[in-house]
């Protein structure tokens, strides 16, 4: 059984002072998980639950962490992708009262599944996950824990889309809240995170520019409209590539080039796919490409660029830059793929996922769900739940209080008439 990361550091010491003031920093821009935790330490309404967490353990996941912690839980988290864990980070969270980190960057598989277990063996009354790989662990593998389970809060759309497969097949048996479909995160944290975050990691990791380049973006969804956005706005062209006619037509009438992968192949300088798909590009598109291409990914899951195929039409392969793995065919192309193909803003060796403001609204959010779930864990049957538009709300009216933003409320009347519907012309 996997060990809390505390015992597997070398210098322990280091680790968590370095971990401890990235935590400080974020914590310094999170005026949302900080009134919340005023609120929590006075309150306790964590204590006696166990929370079990399986995400990106980078800095705003920490504050997350122990912002749980500081409101009474017993809190084990681990990581939710086996190259997104700051490994200082995860130190420094371990030796926050209250909170057993199990999460270490570069693990393999079996390192991976084991610390998820490890998670398990704490036996979580509440499930906070990124990808949902936690809940399928507890229903596969441990499902005498399901009974004491309040629920649990999904923070991505790969994991809603899983757990709502789950759910139609009737397999999910404890509420979970859509994290991710709330307001207050996927409009922003979607967009404008994943938009800023990608870029900002392939800029830094490539020391490559924008300008002038033939930016092609697959998925024209939540996180491909942040990318496409913020590459045109550092003055890339944009090619969009989509399956679904509506996306293609907002993304056509939005000024970009819209054409299938097969065309876009050829014409690209840097793919990003966004789809939470499979397969996306795949060999006869690399067979299209240009020679230096960049190649990344923002969707959740490793499955989007076939890498085995381009292992396949490779003749060499070799580490280009730290992050960058070039692979180069016989007529001498590279092609070069950025942090294995997993989630480049949080997976590149420099990668800090993204901004802290960002993530505070999507963990306001995750706090304020494992709240209800304990005052209100019985007003939800097993299944995928909205989350209550009063707590989307609620997150919001923080921030605007934070940022010293005052805003109009509706007058009686305007509430009575916009309920009604006998006021005509
Ligand atoms: P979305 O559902 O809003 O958008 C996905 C888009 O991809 C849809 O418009 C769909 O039609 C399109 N698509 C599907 N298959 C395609 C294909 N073969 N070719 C072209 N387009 C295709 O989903 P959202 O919120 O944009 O999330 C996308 C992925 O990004 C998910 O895996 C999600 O979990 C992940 N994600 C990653 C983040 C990060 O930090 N990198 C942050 C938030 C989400």
Redesign the pocket.
Known sequence: MTSPISERLADVTSARESGRRKMDWAAQHMPICGALREDFEANQPFAGEIIGMAMHVEAKTAVLAELLAAGGAEVAITGCNPLSTHDDVSAALDAVDGVTSYAERGVDDEGYYDAIEAVIGHEPTITVDDGMDLVAAIHEDYPELIDTIVGGAEE????VHRLRAMDEDGQLEYPVFAV?DTPMK?LF??VH??GE??LASIAMTTNLSWAGKTVVV???????KGVAKKASGQNADVVV????PR?ALEAHMEGYDVMP?AEAAAEGDVFIT????RD?IVREHFEAMQDGVLLAN????DVEVDLDALSDLAVDTYEAREGVQAYELDDGRRLNVLAEGR?V??ATPIAL??PVEVMDQSFGIQAVCVRELVENGDAYDAGVHEVPDRLDKEVAEIKLDAEGVAFDSLTETQAEYMDSWQHGT
């Open positions: 991505t759309t790969t994991g991710n996927r944290d979607n995170g994943t975050s990608s697959a998925g024209y969804g939540h996180c491909g590539t989509e399956v679904e996306r992968m966004t789809t939470g798909n996306v923002a969707g959740h899951f989630l803003n949080l996922g993204h």
